[in-house]
Each structure stands twice: as structure tokens, then as C-alpha cells.
């Protein structure tokens, strides 16, 4: 069984300050993505990397950085978090081709 | 990039009758579109997924079919139950291409 763990369920922040959002997977997938979910705008793909050290911005990057330094581990960094951050974020794997596999998510509040 | 567009936003369908869901794609180098499925407070699972190479794809009660020349593919949930009721995610992509484009879901509600 594919298993993709999000290191927080929920998460309250302060405005201004720095946050982690740690992902991991345990299949040895080289393919990791972190999307952000919102009523009525779907999934948007923040980043995503295709190999350790690897990154590519997906369409809403602006306030997020990236690290992979292991294959099985991809952080979301919000380098000073705000408001309009709170939301539900979500990481995903994949194998490369066909299915991604994602994580139970992390509700942020930013306040 | 790949646009994904899903339409309705909402179906309400009686149990036992069938619901469909549509989604178009822009970008027609696409040739790999799964499906996803998200119950309430749960991660999406895919569900089925389909390539160009095929136009239509069963699994039991749900179904998929893909119109290339006219950039559309649909979800088709037959004789439909309450665990149905989800949201649903249409996604585009090329295949062996990291990135999927989804669409902005679809609640499907099943009335008992």
C-alpha cells in the first residue's frame, strides 16, 4: 500500500511568520507535488520535483518555496505566511507515469 | 499550459438513476486522463483513468469516454449509491509528463 504522510493534519500560524509543510512517501517515487485546494477554484499545483534537488513552479508559486533533499521527502516552505495562505494543502507521488497518490492534507489557518 | 474545464459545478441525481460529468482540455498533445474521486474529508483516489488511445474504458459501474477531435471527456456513474456522493476531479496530462492539470471538481450528491 502506496503512502504518502503529511507530517500535520491542522496547522494555525501566525501572519508573518515561517512555515514548514513536510511530505513523505514511501514507495521510492520520483515524482512529488504539493497542490493547493480551495472551495470552488479545485487543485492548484504550487510545485512539483522530479528528482532530489529537482524542482519546477507549478502555477501559483508566489509565497512558496520547495526543498527536496531526499527522495522520499518534499517540504513546502510559506517563507512569511499570510492570510490569503489559509487553505487546505495537499501533497501527492507518482511513479512517473499514471496514478498520484496523495497525502490525508494539512488545513492552515493563517491569522 | 493545459486548461481543464469541468462542467456542472453540482449534480444532484435520485439513487439508482445515472450521472455524467464532463471536462474539456485545451492542450491536444494531452493523452492521459484520469479521474479522481474525494469523499468528505478524504484524500482523491483515482478512480479510472483512461488514454487516447482507446475511446472508452468500464470498470464496474463507472465508465469513461474520450473524444479527442473535440477535446472532451466524461465520467459515467451508472445505477448510482449514496457512496457516490463525492467530488469528483477530471485531470489531463501526456503520459510519462509529471504534471497533471485537474479541473475544479464537481459534487455529486446522490438523494436517497
Known amino acids: 500500500d502506496v503512502k504518502v504522510t503529511q507530517s500535520s493534519r491542522y496547522l494555525v500560524k501566525r501572519t508573518g511568520e515561517k512555515v514548514f509543510l513536510e511530505c513523505v512517501q514511501d514507495m521510492d517515487h520520483e515524482n512529488m507535488f504539493w497542490y493547493r485546494q480551495d472551495p470552488g477554484l479545485g487543485l492548484r499545483l504550487i510545485y512539483f520535483s522530479y528528482d532530489v534537488k529537482m524542482k519546477e513552479k507549478g502555477d501559483i508559486p508566489e509565497g512558496y518555496s520547495v526543498s527536496r533533499e531526499k527522495k522520499e521527502r518534499f517540504s513546502l516552505i510559506l517563507e512569511s505566511a499570510s492570510t490569503n495562505q489559509t487553505s487546505m494543502y495537499l501533497c501527492?507521488?507518482?511513479?512517473?507515469?499514471?496514478?498520484?497518490?496523495f497525502g490525508q492534507g494539512t488545513r492552515l489557518t493563517v491569522v | 499550459g493545459e486548461n481543464v474545464e469541468q462542467h456542472p459545478s453540482t449534480l444532484s441525481v435520485q439513487e439508482g438513476d445515472s450521472a455524467v460529468i464532463k471536462c474539456t482540455y485545451s492542450d491536444s498533445a494531452s493523452n492521459y486522463f484520469p479521474w479522481y474521486k474525494q469523499e468528505l474529508g478524504k484524500r482523491p483516489q483515482l478512480i479510472i483513468d483512461?488514454?487516447?488511445?482507446?475511446g472508452e474504458k468500464k470498470d464496474q459501474r463507472i465508465a469513461v469516454t474520450l473524444n479527442k477531435t473535440a477535446k472532451h471527456f466524461s465520467l459515467h456513474i451508472t445505477e448510482t449509491q449514496p457512496e457516490d456522493s463525492a467530488v469528483y476531479f477530471c485531470a489531463a496530462s501526456i503520459y510519462g509528463n509529471n504534471r497533471l492539470a485537474f479541473g475544479k471538481g464537481n459534487q455529486v450528491v446522490v438523494i436517497p
Open positions: 501527492a507521488s507518482s511513479p512517473g507515469v499514471g496514478e498520484a497518490f
Open positions: 483512461i488514454r487516447s488511445n482507446v
